[in-house]
C-alpha cells in the first residue's frame, strides 16, 4: 500500500503540473480578468454572495490578492459590491449576468477538453473514475477539515 500511495503521490503532483499547461489550452476568448480571478466566480455563483474575506477564507489565499482579483472581476463587470444585509457598512460580492455566462464557457471549456482526453475511454471507464475521484476529493477535504493546521498555502 505505501508504494501505491507513494505512486499516487507523484501522480497528483503530476497533475498539478499540467494545470497551467490545461489552462492555457481553454479557448474561452477574453473575460476581462485574470484566470485565477475567473476562478473566484465559481465559489460565488455555488454559494451565493460572500465577503471578501469569506471568499479567501474558502479559496485558502490572503485577503489581499483576493481584493485584487475582486477588482478585477468588478471592473469586467462580472461580478458586483453589495450592501449586506448583515453588516451594512460591509459589502458582498455577487456574480453579475455576465460573470455567470463565463462560469458557463469556463465549464464548457473544460468539458471539451476533457472529453478530447478521455475520447478513448469507454464511458463506464470515465463513471468508473469520475466516482472514484470524487470520492478521493471528498476523503481529502474531509482529513483537511479534520486538520485545522493543515494549509494548501503552506503545503505543495
Known amino acids: 500500500m505505501e508504494q501505491d500511495t507513494a505512486r499516487l ?3 497528483i503532483a ?3 503540473r499540467s494545470g497551467a499547461r490545461f489552462r492555457g489550452m481553454l479557448k474561452v476568448g477574453d473575460l476581462g480578468a ?3 480571478a475567473l476562478m473566484l466566480l465559481l465559489p460565488l455563483r455555488a454559494q451565493g454572495p460572500m465577503r471578501v474575506t469569506d471568499l479567501a477564507e474558502i479559496k485558502q489565499a490572503d485577503p489581499s490578492t483576493i481584493s485584487r482579483q475582486v477588482a478585477q472581476l468588478v471592473k469586467a463587470g462580472l461580478a458586483r459590491r453589495e450592501a449586506d444585509p448583515v453588516d ?3 459589502s458582498r460580492l455577487a456574480v453579475t ?3 455567470e455566462a463565463a462560469c458557463d464557457r469556463l465549464r464548457e ?3 471539451a477538453l476533457l472529453a478530447q ?3 478513448g475511454w469507454p464511458a463506464d471507464r470515465v463513471a468508473v473514475f469520475t466516482d472514484m475521484f470524487e470520492e478521493f476529493n471528498n476523503l481529502i477535504e474531509a482529513h483537511l477539515r479534520l486538520d485545522p493546521t493543515a494549509s494548501p498555502r503552506e503545503n505543495p
Request: glycine share 10%; no cysteine; net charge negative.
Open 9 to 11: 503521490a507523484d501522480e
Open 14 to 16: 503530476r497533475f498539478v
Open 34 to 36: 485574470e484566470f485565477s
Open 88 to 90: 451594512g457598512r460591509a
Open 97 to 99: 449576468e455576465a460573470g
Open 109 to 111: 471549456a473544460r468539458v
Open 117 to 119: 482526453a478521455l475520447d
